[in-house]
C-alpha cells in the first residue's frame, strides 16, 4: 500500500502521474512486516458497532457487522474478545476508557471535540446617548433602528456565520457596554434614554478592549464590524483613543460604518475613524434617516454573512433601498 | 535507546491522512485548495499539509507545490547531512519558488505546516501560518504553532510573505503522535478536548485498516458537525505504534 490507497488525494494523484522517486522509493522498500494485532482487526468492528448503536436499523452497517466478524472468526480472534465487543460484555483485556464506552454504547465522536457553533460575526455599534439625542425623536428612532437591526439579524436564514451584537453606549458622563456581545438570537434590547455629554474617546478604549479580548471574540471568528452614530463633537479626549483603535491588531482590521445626526455631527471627525479615503460619512437630519442607516449597515452585514466568505467587506450600494435619501 | 533502536522505531512510523473540499467550494464548483502529501523515503517519514489562500486565484496549486516543495527541501536536506531545524525550513520557501514558477508567488500564497520521523529517531515539526501542528509527547499535547495574536478566521502568514515558522525538534522516542491540520478542522476543535480529539485519531482511526481509515476518516470530514462551516479540511497524521514509545 502506497499512494493507492490515497487515490483520490490530489497529492496522490499527481505524484502518481509524475512517476517520481517518491512512488520508486516506496515500490523498492521493502514494506514493513505487521504482526497482525488483535487492535488493528477489531477496529472496524468497533466502528460498525458505534455506527448500530447510533441507529440499529441501519442495513448496510448491520451486513458489514456481519461480515467482519465472520471475517475475525476466521482469523482465530479470541470468541472472549469478540463477544465482549458485540454484546458490551466485560472485555477479556484490562478496561480502559474507550472499551467502557463501548460498553455502554457510547463511543467517542467528532462531534465531542468540536464547536458546536457557527464562527461569531461580531456587529460592535458605538451609540451616542448625549442629552442632545433627546431632541426631535433622534433616540427613540435609535432604539428602534438597533431593535430591527438586532432582529432581522436574529431571523437571518441564510447566514453563514452567527450574527454576534453588542452596544457600547457614550453619554451620561461616561460610556459603557450597554449590550454585551451576544448571539442577535439571545438578545431581548433594551432602550436607552438620552442625557449628558459626548465621551467618545471613552466608547473607543472600550471597543479597542473588547475586539483585542480573544474570550470575547475568538481567533475563529469573522472580522467585526464597527459602527459609530453620533450627533455631536467629541467632549472627551477622543484622538488618542481612535489612533489606538486605528493602530491595533484587530480593531484596525473591522470594516467601520459612520453616520453623523444633524448639523451639529463633525463629519471630518468621523471620517478619520473610517481612515479609507473610498469610505464616506453618512448623515441624518430626519428620524426616518437613521433607520435607512441601520437597515443599509444590517444589508451590508448580512450580505457578508451569506457570502462565500464572510471576511470580505461587501459594499452595498445604498442608493439599493427604496427609500433611500441621506 | 540505541540507534538501531531508533531506526526500528522509525521504520514502524506509519502515517495517514485525507483532504475533502469543504461546502463553499463545493457550491462554487471549485477545487480543494488544502493539501496534504504523506511519504516515507530514506529520510524517515514526512507529512505536510498545505492550505492555499482562498482569496488568491492559483491557490490551489500554491499549496500542491507547497507539499512538493517540503518533500524537495527534506531529501536535500538529509541527502546534506540533516542540519537543525533552521536549515531544512530555510531550504522550503526558495523551493517553493521554484515549483511555483512561472506563476507570481502572491497568487499562489498557501500555508505549509510539516511532521518529519527522521530516520535518526528525532522528530521535526515545523508550521507556518494557520492551522494546526500539534504533537502528543509523554502524554502530553503540545502544539507547534505561532497564536493567531492578531487576527481573524482566514487571516494567515504563508509561503511568499516572508513569515515566520514555529518550528520544534523533538529528541527520540518522546513522541507517539504528530497531527497536523488545516484551519477548517484547528478552527472549530474545542481548545479543552485536544487532547481527545488526538486520542480519538490515534485510538480510533489509526487502528483501522489503511484503506477503512481513509474512507471513515473522509467521513469525518465530509460530516463536519460544526453548524455552517465552509472551509477545505485536511488532516493528516505521523503515528508510531502502541508500545514503541520509550
Request: aromatic share 6%; with cysteine.
Amino acid at each position: 500500500m502506497g499512494w493507492a490507497k490515497y487515490h483520490e488525494d490530489n497529492i496522490s494523484r499527481y505524484w502518481r502521474d509524475a512517476k517520481t522517486k517518491v512512488r520508486m522509493e516506496r515500490m523498492t522498500e521493502a514494506p514493513p512486516f505487521k504482526k497482525p494485532s488483535s487492535n488493528n482487526d477489531l477496529g472496524k468492528i468497533r466502528l460498525l458497532r458505534r455506527r448500530l448503536a447510533e441507529n440499529p436499523s441501519d442495513l448496510q452497517a448491520q451486513q458489514a457487522f456481519h461480515a467482519e466478524k465472520a471475517r475475525l472468526e476466521k482469523l482465530g480472534v479470541s470468541p472472549n474478545e469478540l463477544l465482549g465487543i458485540i454484546h458490551g460484555d466485560a472485555p477479556s483485556t484490562p478496561a480502559t476508557a474507550s472499551d467502557n464506552d463501548i460498553a455502554q454504547g457510547r463511543k467517542k465522536v467528532l462531534k465531542d471535540f468540536t464547536i458546536a457553533t457557527a464562527r461569531p460575526l461580531p456587529v460592535i455599534v458605538l451609540a451616542d446617548v448625549s442629552g442632545s439625542m433627546s431632541a426631535n425623536g433622534k433616540i427613540d428612532a435609535l432604539n428602534d433602528a438597533i431593535q430591527s437591526m438586532i432582529e432581522s439579524f436574529a431571523t437571518e436564514d441564510h447566514s453563514r456565520a452567527e450574527i454576534h451584537v453588542a452596544v457600547i453606549v457614550f453619554g451620561k458622563g461616561d460610556a459603557r457596554l450597554h449590550q454585551s456581545l451576544l448571539p442577535a438570537t439571545e438578545i431581548n434590547w433594551e432602550r436607552v434614554g438620552a442625557a449628558g455629554n459626548t465621551p467618545m474617546g471613552a466608547a473607543f478604549d472600550l471597543v479597542v478592549k473588547m475586539v483585542e479580548d480573544h474570550e470575547q471574540i475568538p481567533s475563529r471568528a469573522y472580522r467585526p464590524t464597527v459602527v459609530l452614530v453620533s450627533d455631536g463633537q467629541p467632549t472627551d479626549e477622543w484622538r488618542e483613543p481612535l489612533r489606538r483603535l486605528l493602530a491595533s491588531d484587530r480593531a484596525s482590521k473591522a470594516s467601520r460604518f459612520a453616520l453623523g445626526i444633524g448639523d451639529d455631527a463633525d463629519p471630518a471627525m468621523l471620517a478619520e475613524f473610517l481612515a479609507d479615503p473610498s469610505a464616506r460619512v453618512y448623515s441624518a437630519h430626519e428620524a426616518r434617516q437613521i433607520k435607512n442607516f441601520f437597515r443599509w449597515v444590517t444589508m451590508s452585514v448580512t450580505q457578508r454573512t451569506r457570502s462565500m466568505n464572510p471576511n470580505s467587506v461587501v459594499v452595498i450600494d445604498p442608493t439599493a433601498l427604496d427609500d433611500y435619501d441621506f | 535507546m540505541t540507534s538501531n533502536e531508533c531506526m526500528a522505531r522509525c521504520s514502524h512510523v506509519d502515517y495517514f491522512g485525507a483532504s475533502v473540499s469543504g461546502p463553499a467550494h463545493r457550491a462554487l464548483r471549485k477545487p480543494n485548495e488544502d493539501q496534504w502529501l504523506g511519504v516515507s523515503g530514506t529520510f524517515g517519514t514526512l507529512i505536510v499539509v498545505s492550505d492555499g489562500l482562498g482569496s488568491r486565484c492559483r491557490a490551489r496549486h500554491g499549496a500542491r507545490k507547497a507539499c512538493i516543495a517540503t518533500l524537495r527541501a527534506v531529501r536535500a536536506w538529509h541527502k546534506d547531512g540533516n542540519g537543525s531545524c533552521d536549515d531544512l525550513v530555510d531550504r522550503i520557501e526558495p523551493l517553493w519558488f521554484e515549483e511555483i514558477a512561472p506563476f507570481d508567488r502572491s497568487d499562489c500564497a498557501a500555508t505549509c505546516l510539516l511532521a518529519l520521523a527522521h530516520r535518526d529517531g528525532r522528530t521535526f515539526v515545523a508550521a507556518l501560518g494557520d492551522g494546526m501542528a500539534a504533537v502528543r509527547t509523554h502524554g502530553a499535547i503540545e502544539r507547534v504553532e505561532h497564536l493567531r495574536a492578531s487576527g481573524f478566521s482566514n487571516e494567515t502568514q504563508s509561503l511568499g510573505n516572508g513569515g515566520d515558522w514555529a518550528k520544534r525538534c523533538f529528541e527520540r522516542a518522546e513522541v507517539d503522535i504528530a497531527v497536523l491540520a488545516s484551519d477548517g478542522v484547528s478552527d472549530d476543535i474545542r481548545p479543552d478536548r485536544l487532547a481527545d480529539f488526538i486520542d480519538w485519531l490515534k485510538e480510533e482511526v489509526a487502528t483501522l485498516r489503511p484503506m477503512n481509515r481513509w474512507h471513515s476518516l473522509r467521513r469525518e470530514l465530509n460530516e463536519w458537525p460544526t453548524p455552517r462551516h465552509l472551509d477545505d479540511k485536511t488532516i493528516a497524521v505521523l503515528t508510531w505504534p502502541i508500545g514503541r514509545t520509550s
